[in-house]
């Protein structure tokens, strides 16, 4: 029960000055006065307030009648086991150890009154524990136990005993019920007074007074969902209902919105000795983290149904135990995608039997690899499967996730028709050989032309130039047609360019991660190694025999240049390399296309060691496969 809710201006007399004491002993009690000095006004009991080390510092009305105490401040901070003689004092004292440890304490003992009149004392020793958790105080409840003290003496053992138990099964069933994981109520009466609940009712509607009220004054938003309705039922007709996932909706906090709940519940009439029905009994769990976590799956379920019906796909599994297939299970469509007859049932023999046996090897190798350890356990692997029941034949794209599960191993997937994408690629591969004939016999038709027009020895070394340059632009075509004029490897096209001048392959150090390039930076990335090549054969590093050439690249792939693309061209032996008073064709090419092409700069630096090429772009380059 939350102690704030008490009404100040409904306290006595006597309340207002128990607050007095208290905030006298310790301001950080005040808190709880009004609640405090309700409850303890009229009891008999004689309950004290202690400071750790035991001294006094608060006593109730009660215990002052009872102690005889005229004037508290007489006794106040005085050392509470003084007031007991003998052993008692010693076992005081560990009391309140006890409960300074947190740990509670109860004794009997006597103690004598400050008139002198003699009593026998039922106490317990408690701590009060502060926001973290730490004793600040200790509480003291001596309970006058004189007469019954004397009753309990002529009661026979055995009657002692069974009190004693019961009093402990009292107790474990209030914590029993107090902690149940299920949320507990009872209601009293045809218009369901609440009399009990326990913490996981309290946490489930929130922060409210419920005890002592109307049911339907505490959870006013249940009025027009049935629910009160059901409470009349059980009720009248003594019969026992069950809600299972039901929805109902409670406004937990003050100045928000109804939430959504799901609970399970029991509402079971109560009776008395004569059978008649005098209230109800509610018990049920919260399943809301669970229905919502059903209605999430049913979702993704339908989600993925229609992913897999717009893709076309099948699903399908496979069962390994110690390497061989014991068990197959598809869709619908999954079945008719594999080549199942109509007739037959899904099994792995029957499977096989439907791929084209042209394919088996390289399925029977993607299984296996899929299937180590040591591997990364997925299934890719493309296949025909064999006409049948007027269905052609056709190409299966099947992909899947091993799940291993003790000493079973299972393949779980998705196939999907690609015999249109095989068809097409089959299309397109006939085209891109068509059109490379054409380009090539272009490249010769052009390379004829210039070799009759440009005749005449004046202009025999222009004339190899131009040859060598279309040379390599039709090298460059070829290597952009083998990969499907889609993308180039970097170290080819580097290789295959300074192939002619690789008479002295130690000359060149080549380095640099292998990634691809478009068509456009494979064109001009092979033409401007021609160049740096052919410009170091007749001036540079090439010309000597000790001259050589470092060719390396690299790609960020971290900071705030992430993926950014780095290549440097160095001569290093060679002669005395000097600034050129103009600018050629090549280094037009190199300064401007290259840089183009791979939106970013290109610098050429002359040094006398020899000449550097620096190329660096703005933009990532797609990394290869």
Sequence with gaps: MDLTLMNPAASSPAVLRMNAELAAADPRLVQNADLLAAVLAGCGDCIKILDLDGHLQFMSDGGKQVMEVDDFNAIRGCPWP??????GNDVAKAAIASAKQGVPSRFSGSAVTLKGSPRYWDVQVL????ADGVPTHLLS???????????????????????????READSMRRLFESAPSFLCTLEGPHHVVKIVNGAFSRLIGPRASVGRLFRSVLPELEDQQVLKLFDRVYATGEALTGRGELIRLKRFAGEAEEDFYLNFVIQPIRDLQGRITGLFI??????????????????????????????????????????????????????????QSTERPSFETFVAHVHPDDRPSLDRSVEKALDPLGEGHLDVEYRVLSGE????????????????????RLIGTVRDITAIKDAESQYTLLNGELQHRIKNTLAMVS??????????????????????????????????????????IREVIETALAPHRAAAAQFDVSGPDLSLSPKQTLSLALAMHELATN???????????????????????????R?????????????????????????????VLAADFKGDVKLDYTPGGLICTLVSRFPVDAGP
């Excluded at 701590?127 to 502060?130: Q, T």
């Excluded at 007027?390 to 191993?409: F, N, Y």
């Excluded at 693309?565 to 002669?575: S, T």
């Design 82 to 87: 003084d007031f007991w003689a003998g052993e």
């Design 127 to 130: 701590p009060i524990a502060g």
């Design 141 to 167: 409840i001596s309970r006058d136990i004189t007469e019954t003290r004397l009753a309990r003496e002529e009661a026979s053992h055995l009657s002692a005993e069974l009190h004693e138990a019961a009093m």
């Design 283 to 340: 018990e049920g769990h919260d399943v809301t983290d669970l229905k919502r976590a059903e209605l999430a799956l049913r979702q993704r379920e339908l989600q993925l149904q229609l992913a897999l019906s717009s893709a076309e796909m099948g699903v399908w599994e496979a069962v390994i135990v110690d390497g061989r297939v014991v068990a197959t299970s598809e869709d619908a469509r999954a079945s008719f995608l594999l080549g199942r």
């Design 390 to 409: 007027d269905r052609p034949e056709r190409w299966i794209h099947a992909r899947a996730q091993v799940v291993a599960e003790g000493q079973t191993t």
């Design 448 to 489: 004829a032309i210039a070799s009759q027009t440009l005749k005449g020895e004046a202009i025999l070394e222009q004339r190899d130039t131009f040859n060598a340059r279309l040379h390599t632009l039709a090298h460059a075509h070829d290597l952009l047609m083998g990969e499907a004029q889609e993308k180039g490897s």
């Design 536 to 562: 170091a054969a007749k001036y540079g590093a090439l010309s000597t025999p000790n001259g050589r050439v470092l060719v390396n690249w690299e790609q960020a792939m971290s900071g705030s240049d992430a």
């Design 564 to 592: 950014g693309f780095a290549m440097r061209w160095e001569e290093q032996g060679g002669p005395t390399v000097l600034q050129p008073t103009r600018s050629g064709f090549g280094s037009r090419l190199i300064t401007r």
